[in-house]
């Protein structure tokens, strides 16, 4: 059972940084996609970041490039965000994601929102002005 826990979340001032972790478990994928969510109060969920497995090349949201970083350790089964300059409109509730790929694409390819099938729980991001 595929499981996906998040950490790492708080409250910061406009400006500041926040490191978000996600242990992820119980699944044997050969192809996946991998990624970062967030959702506002009253928003629709939105692609932070994700990168597919097979020498896949990140992809960022517009409004977090340059300023977050997704990263993953494969020996801990842990991904990353490091979001840097924080601003109040990154508040949100974020989570990671993963996704099984089943049908052929090539190396390198990028991942969309349907690649993706489980979902973590969230930890809660807030910044202030």
């Known amino acids: 059972q595929v499981q996906l826990v998040e950490s790492g979340g708080g409250s910061v001032q406009a400006g500041g940084s926040l490191r978000l972790s996600c242990a992820a478990s119980g699944y044997t994928y050969r192809y996946y996609c991998l990624g970062w969510f967030r959702q506002a109060p009253g928003k629709e969920r939105e692609g932070v970041a994700s990168i597919y497995s097979d020498r896949g090349i990140t992809t960022y949201a517009d409004s977090v490039k340059g300023r977050f970083t997704f990263s993953q350790d494969n020996a801990k089964n842990t991904l990353y965000l490091q979001m840097n300059n924080l601003k109040p409109e990154d508040t949100a509730m974020y989570s990671c994601?993963?996704?099984?790929?089943?049908?052929?694409?090539?190396?390198?390819?990028?991942?969309?929102?349907?690649?993706?099938?489980?979902w973590g729980q969230g930890t809660q991001v807030t910044v202030s002005s």
């Open positions: 994601a993963i996704g099984e790929v089943r049908s052929w694409r090539w190396p390198g390819s990028t991942c969309s929102s349907a690649d993706f099938h489980y």
